[in-house]
């Protein structure tokens, strides 16, 4: 019996270093099949004797298994950087409520990004741009700190075939000639059919709060934009507390939730 | 059970505590240590609190010798969360892949459970019942309830709608008479009543069943001060979050987690990584944390409840408002546990009470 606290061993397939200072590795299982996902959900990954992470899933491997980026912040996610091909790491899950894709069916779709918070974007990403036709005018705003920090730069070349994709940056390098500020400006740009439009929003939550509140003043109904909150998630189970928010226990009543559920909680300090 | 058999007396603990015993049972009780009722292993009834009581306040608990009886104490730092909920436990160790250790869920009867304890059980299986674990103590419970007779003056049951008698979730339950001293026995469960019959016993007459309901009634009374009006509370509790109570609470709260520790429902854990030095495997352990510590909450390096004034409210809170959108019910049973081991005193009754 294997218990829901006990990760399954996974191993290294191939690991990327990318350009915006955090690594993209790609996670098969050591045996079998890894479970299928929904965009959105996150699994826990283990690195042996440091400690366990939620990471966001960003999609399959070429091969199957889970392409997972992280950033190196604390003690887990830096011997989770380290750790080269081959190696083996422990994961449990899929974890957490999904990006609900057919909520945004025939309608205009905007995807709003804020730094790493493209990677559990990315499965949203791809689903609409596999399936075009079933939604309407798709959009994605890109915030990053420096042109540098915008994750898979080359998947949005190739997403410029679907989306009107529109990136700004805090920091601008000489060579940036796009747009520099918040991504709140770029919501204030695009043209927005409020009663068509659905909003998939994620990154540092002050930036998704205030994305949330430009597309409701531009009309878009709170409840047709779905955010990915971010808690202390330590056992992904409802079980260890850590990640409440309110009634909420964000690794199973989110990650994944519309802002009309989150903004009355988001906006209490400290709750 | 199809029918409940009629209540029987017994005149000692002894035959009881043996049968377990011989039934494989580990047999846990209450028992005098340090000054206090605490949960240990018991191989007699000499063991219990015979002829101890307790003066039970805010911040203040004292034990003192009087009267007879076996159970004439209110609720004690223990709970059945001992063992239900280890304090610590091993999750697996990892040496190339996981390696889980056996489930440590030895049969154990627990003795002197009150209905408030019971209710609490009830509450965590809604909570930890998704845990093979938990779920495997769980079934190695073997319960034996007592109607309380001698609630402290923090107690709340009748509030809580959990006490003073109980009414289900045990396998047997006494209720403790005096004069002579006896104990009126009922099953809760097949496998109490075959304990039941197995013990010498003798048929209960209506002045027993009298004396039993009078039990419950002079508990009942005890609590009559402190009674609240539980319903609104949810509510009430959810349009206080930005109430100017919750500072003035922090300015005595020590933040200490004294009462999540002893609260029979609190279940907040973390985990600890570790090496073991002599094979180099890697170990989880998890352990009991609280949401009253300051690293609960960490997120990027900083507390989202920074301020020991949102820990407390996200602890109150929890307990009365946000635990029914959880779980369809109070994460509260009314023991008074909080209050008695708090060291500021702090009375979560009547915080509540400003609250609303």
């Given at each position: 019996?294997?218990?829901e606290?006990?990760p399954?061993?996974?191993r290294?397939?191939?690991?990327r270093?990318?350009r915006?200072?955090?690594?993209?590795?790609t996670?098969?299982?050591?045996?079998g099949?890894c479970p299928?996902?929904?965009?959105g959900?996150?699994?826990m990954i283990?690195?042996p004797?440091?400690?366990?992470?939620p990471?966001?899933?960003?999609?399959r491997?070429?091969?199957?298994?889970?392409?997972?980026t992280i950033?190196?912040?604390?003690a887990?996610?830096?011997?989770?950087?380290?750790?080269e091909?081959?190696d083996l790491?422990?994961?449990?899950?899929?974890?957490?409520t999904?990006?609900?894709?057919?909520?945004?069916?025939g309608m205009d779709?905007?995807v709003?990004a804020g730094g790493?918070?493209l990677?559990p974007?990315?499965?949203?990403?791809?689903?609409l741009?596999?399936?075009?036709?079933?939604?309407g005018?798709?959009?994605?705003?890109?915030?990053?700190?420096?042109?540098s920090?915008?994750?898979?730069?080359?998947?949005l070349a190739?997403?410029a075939r679907?989306f009107d994709i529109?990136?700004?940056?805090d920091?601008?390098?000489d060579?940036?000639q796009?747009?520099?500020g918040?991504?709140?400006?770029l919501?204030?740009?695009?043209?927005?059919?409020?009663?068509?439009?659905?909003?998939?929003?994620?990154?540092?939550?002050?930036?998704?709060?205030?994305t949330?509140d430009?597309?409701?003043?531009r009309?878009?109904?709170?409840?047709?934009i779905?955010?990915?909150l971010?808690?202390n998630?330590k056992?992904?189970?409802?079980?260890?507390?850590?990640c409440?928010?309110?009634?909420l226990?964000t690794?199973?009543?989110g990650p994944?939730?519309t802002y009309d559920?989150?903004?009355?909680?988001?906006?209490?300090?400290?709750? | 059970?199809d029918?409940?058999?009629?209540p029987v007396l017994l005149?000692a603990?002894?035959?009881l505590i043996?049968?377990?015993?011989?039934?494989g049972?580990?047999?846990?009780g209450?028992?005098?240590r340090?000054?206090?009722?605490?949960f240990a292993?018991?191989?007699?009834?000499?063991?219990s609190?015979?002829?101890w009581?307790?003066a039970q306040?805010?911040?203040?608990?004292?034990l003192r010798?009087e009267?007879?009886?076996?159970f004439g104490?209110?609720a004690?730092?223990?709970?059945?969360?001992?063992y239900t909920?280890p304090p610590r436990?091993?999750?697996?160790?990892?040496?190339?892949?996981?390696?889980?250790?056996?489930?440590?869920?030895p049969?154990t009867?627990?003795?002197?459970?009150?209905?408030?304890?019971?209710?609490?059980?009830a509450?965590?299986?809604?909570?930890?019942?998704?845990s093979?674990?938990y779920r495997a103590?769980?079934?190695?419970?073997f319960l034996v309830?007592?109607?309380?007779?001698?609630?402290?003056?923090?107690?709340?049951?009748?509030?809580?709608?959990t006490?003073?008698?109980?009414?289900?979730?045990f396998?047997l339950?006494?209720?403790e008479l005096?004069?002579?001293?006896?104990?009126?026995?009922?099953a809760?469960?097949e496998r109490?009543?075959?304990?039941?019959a197995?013990l010498?016993?003798?048929?209960s007459?209506p002045?027993?069943?009298?004396?039993?309901?009078?039990?419950t009634r002079t508990a009942?009374a005890?609590?009559?001060?402190?009674?609240?009006?539980?319903?609104g509370?949810k509510e009430?509790?959810?349009?206080a979050?930005?109430?100017p109570?919750?500072?003035?609470?922090?300015?005595?709260c020590?933040?200490?987690?004294?009462?999540?520790?002893v609260?029979?429902?609190?279940?907040?854990?973390?985990?600890e990584d570790g090496?073991?030095l002599?094979?180099?495997?890697?170990?989880?352990?998890?352990?009991?944390?609280s949401?009253f510590?300051?690293?609960?909450?960490e997120l990027g390096g900083e507390p989202?409840?920074?301020?020991?004034?949102?820990r407390?409210?996200q602890w109150?809170?929890?307990?009365?408002s946000?635990?029914?959108?959880?779980?369809?019910?109070?994460?509260?049973?009314g023991?008074?546990r909080?209050?008695?081991?708090?060291?500021a005193g702090?009375d979560?009754?009547?915080?509540l009470?400003r609250?609303?």
């Amino acid at each position: 019996m294997t218990l829901e606290m006990t990760p399954i061993p996974y191993r290294v397939r191939s690991r990327r270093a990318d350009r915006a200072e955090s690594v993209t590795l790609t996670l098969e299982p050591a045996e079998g099949l890894c479970p299928t996902f929904e965009p959105g959900q996150f699994t826990m990954i283990y690195a042996p004797g440091v400690g366990e992470i939620p990471i966001s899933i960003s999609g399959r491997g070429r091969f199957g298994g889970y392409v997972q980026t992280i950033r190196a912040a604390g003690a887990v996610s830096r011997a989770l950087c380290r750790i080269e091909a081959g190696d083996l790491v422990g994961v449990r899950g899929p974890y957490g409520t999904p990006f609900d894709m057919g909520a945004s069916a025939g309608m205009d779709v905007i995807v709003a990004a804020g730094g790493l918070g493209l990677a559990p974007l990315r499965p949203v990403i791809r689903e609409l741009a596999a399936h075009p036709g079933r939604y309407g005018r798709l959009t994605l705003l890109v915030g990053a700190r420096t042109p540098s920090g915008v994750l898979y730069p080359r998947e949005l070349a190739r997403w410029a075939r679907h989306f009107d994709i529109r990136v700004t940056v805090d920091r601008p390098d000489d060579k940036w000639q796009g747009p520099v500020g918040l991504i709140t400006h770029l919501v204030d740009q695009i043209a927005i059919g409020p009663r068509r439009t659905y909003a998939y929003v994620c990154g540092p939550e002050i930036m998704m709060r205030a994305t949330a509140d430009a597309l409701v003043r531009r009309g878009v109904p709170a409840g047709r934009i779905a955010l990915s909150l971010e808690r202390n998630m330590k056992c992904g189970l409802g079980h260890c507390g850590h990640c409440q928010l309110g009634p909420l226990f964000t690794c199973v009543d989110g990650p994944v939730v519309t802002y009309d559920h989150a903004a009355p909680l988001l906006e209490v300090p400290q709750l | 059970m199809d029918k409940q058999p009629n209540p029987v007396l017994l005149d000692a603990l002894d035959p009881l505590i043996t049968a377990l015993r011989i039934g494989g049972f580990r047999v846990v009780g209450p028992t005098v240590r340090d000054g206090v009722i605490r949960f240990a292993e018991l191989s007699s009834a000499a063991e219990s609190p015979t002829g101890w009581t307790d003066a039970q306040e805010p911040g203040r608990y004292r034990l003192r010798q009087e009267g007879e009886l076996v159970f004439g104490y209110a609720a004690s730092p223990d709970s059945a969360k001992r063992y239900t909920h280890p304090p610590r436990t091993t999750l697996f160790r990892w040496d190339k892949g996981p390696i889980e250790p056996e489930i440590d869920a030895p049969p154990t009867a627990l003795i002197g459970l009150r209905a408030c304890d019971l209710a609490a059980l009830a509450v965590q299986d809604r909570v930890l019942g998704g845990s093979a674990a938990y779920r495997a103590r769980r079934a190695a419970l073997f319960l034996v309830a007592v109607d309380c007779a001698t609630p402290s003056a923090v107690c709340f049951c009748t509030s809580m709608g959990t006490g003073p008698k109980a009414e289900a979730g045990f396998d047997l339950a006494l209720t403790e008479l005096s004069e002579p001293h006896r104990f009126l026995a009922r099953a809760g469960s097949e496998r109490g009543a075959e304990i039941l019959a197995a013990l010498p016993h003798r048929a209960s007459a209506p002045a027993d069943l009298a004396a039993a309901a009078d039990v419950t009634r002079t508990a009942t009374a005890r609590m009559e001060p402190r009674r609240f009006e539980l319903d609104g509370v949810k509510e009430q509790v959810a349009a206080a979050r930005t109430s100017p109570v919750w500072e003035e609470i922090a300015s005595r709260c020590l933040t200490c987690a004294n009462c999540t520790i002893v609260c029979p429902t609190c279940f907040c854990t973390t985990v600890e990584d570790g090496t073991d030095l002599s094979d180099g495997a890697a170990e989880r352990v998890e352990r009991w944390d609280s949401c009253f510590t300051f690293g609960f909450t960490e997120l990027g390096g900083e507390p989202v409840r920074a301020s020991g004034a949102a820990r407390y409210r996200q602890w109150l809170s929890h307990k009365f408002s946000t635990w029914v959108d959880q779980f369809g019910e109070y994460g509260c049973v009314g023991c008074g546990r909080c209050v008695t081991w708090c060291p500021a005193g702090i009375d979560l009754v009547e915080e509540l009470e400003r609250l609303r």
